[in-house]
């Protein structure tokens, strides 16, 4: 840069491209990958992704994506953020939870991590948590007036809310500054337990608090708005959005029908939403949360300063991994920091360990500190919407937000959530989501790291004192669901066999020709296995129909699999095939896509054949079926 010439235009040099141009370089990539012979945008199309709700992400955003103004942050529709200054002055509220039921060990826990960055607590208490009349001891030494609590008291809510605003009022602390919440969530309670013939007396009493809290603590929140059943049933982010919404709305009425203010009442409100490691999705979901909120309340008649939906995110418990659970550090990681850029004015990040029952003290420090490292040392609340002017994040965002609101309109045309709930509406709806998710982890089209990809079978189990389960949990209400479930009962069928053999299945990889041209699928065929349980035992390296036999009853195997390239399968696999039923071999699998040589296969004693996008879970099952049954 020189004195003649004071400003550096940044590409000036490079010609300008349009989406034309890329369109041709895409084209190019295509044919030489032997994918497609699409052209134009039929070749930006087949780099599209389809995710849930009827959105596809393209691989490419322009300006032309970005949609509107943004609005800016603390002012309607609130996307760029609920507050003006959002969490650039003192970060988000870091907010932990505990479900131990010992009142002793649940303060020393407390405390922990109150000294430790925490800012405020979330307690499971009643039925599965802590006893109510155990909550002074829990919070012995805890400054009321420092740390906001919230009470997740499901059925239990009201004597827990009593006795929690019976701890302010004896303490130092004024009432009317308390922050906090009290958890208040009856068409939460409904969706977990089903049981419909409570609501009635819940709904008062939830209003009951919310009257109390608009008198005597306005910094209080008596219900919560919490979209984690439906996440946790299998819901998808737009079904979540749409059914917070509703929700929202039915509190609403409730709360402006004893006598509330509609500002009044939606300041009783706080939304829970889930986190996950889909940090796109997590980022748009909770900026449309907010949009779809503001235009609730701007309805409603309620004034700009009331309309801020209060977010709380918690990372998702669906994503959380019961093998392998050491990921789950990772998984956190990525989901707390789009709650962070998402906006969220108050983060949990559930311990790694938390599928496995109570989290232990080095599992709650690895949480708190996953917080610390963003805030602190990533700096993420330093900027307000971080994602905001993302072409991608601005039209997924609307994207959401479209979504959501259309489930919300539907909810509210079959007579409100609750109505929704009790017909079957809801579960239906969320039934058939999963079912389709399912499909894709089954097929592992969405991995899960340790567990359906790279699973170590000689890995030590992390062994947790198991948590207790509220006794109205499925009972009657949505299922809980994990992303692991299809696995782990494959996983649970593996060490069955382990404890009563002393060994775990295996299957016997027969890898055809040289090394250069089998070692690809044996690492898949054993990949695959493994994330059954199913122990892969590649001994020798290298086998034909002549030698076959004798290493696969060395192996100790009741199954085998084929591993070589397709020429060499047309020489050999029908010979080796036949010589590894001649031996015993319950099945016999063949890795890769049979293409026009099937029958040929299938009749030298081919049963199945695993290739990327295979139904894994269904060739797991079968396989440990047969071994089962030998």
Known sequence: MTAESPELPLAAAFPEADRAQWQRLVEGVLRKSGVTEASGAAAEDALATDLQDGIRVRPLYTAEDGGGALGHPGFPPFVRAGRPQGGAVSGWDVRQRHTDTDPRRANAAVLADLENGVTSLWLTVGDGGLPVSGLAAALEGVYLDL????????????????????????????????????????????????????????????????????????????????????????????????????????????????????????????????????????????????????????????????????????????????RDPWVNMLRTTVAGLSAGVGGADAVTVLPFDAALGLSDAFARRIARNTQSVLLEESHLSKVIDPAGGSWYVERLTEELARAGWAWFQEIEGAGGQAAALRSGLIGERLAATWRRRSADLAHRREPITGVSEFPHLGEVPVVREAAPVPAGRGSGGLPRVRRDDAYERLRARSDAHLAATGSRP?????????????????????????????EAVHEPASVDAGSVAEAFVRSGAGVACLCSGDAVYAEQAAAVAAALKSAGASRVHLAGRPGERRAHYVEAGVDSFVFAGCDAVEVLTSALDVMEVA
């Not at 706080?270 to 889909?278: C, G, I, L, S, V």
């Open 147 to 322: 740390a906001a609590v919230v009470l997740d008291a499901g059925a239990d809510f009201a004597p827990a809310a009593e006795e929690l605003l019976r701890l302010h009022a004896v303490s130092e602390a004024p009432l009317g500054e308390a922050a906090g919440g009290l958890g208040a969530d009856p068409l939460g309670l409904l969706a977990r337990t089903g049981d419909a013939d409570a609501l009635g007396s819940r709904l008062t009493a939830a209003v009951g608090l919310a009257l109390r809290c608009a008198d005597e603590a306005p910094g209080m929140r008596a219900l919560a708005v919490d979209a984690l059943p439906y996440h946790e049933a299998g819901g998808s982010p737009a079904e979540e959005l749409g059914t917070s919404l509703a929700t929202g709305v039915a509190y609403l009425r409730e709360l402006t029908g004893a006598g509330l203010d509609i500002d009044a009442a939606c300041r009783q409100l706080e939304f829970r939403y889930a986190a996950t490691a889909d940090q796109f999705l997590t980022i748009a979901k909770l900026r449309a949360a907010r949009r779809l909120w503001a235009r609730v309340a701007e309805v409603c008649g309620a004034s700009p300063a009331a309309s801020a939906q209060r977010q709380h995110a918690v990372t998702s418990s669906v994503m959380m991994t019961r």
């Open 506 to 534: 295996k299957v016997f990889l027969a890898a055809l020709g040289p090394a250069a041209v089998h070692t690809a699928r044996v690492a898949f065929a054993a990949n695959l296995f493994q994330a059954g349980g199913i």
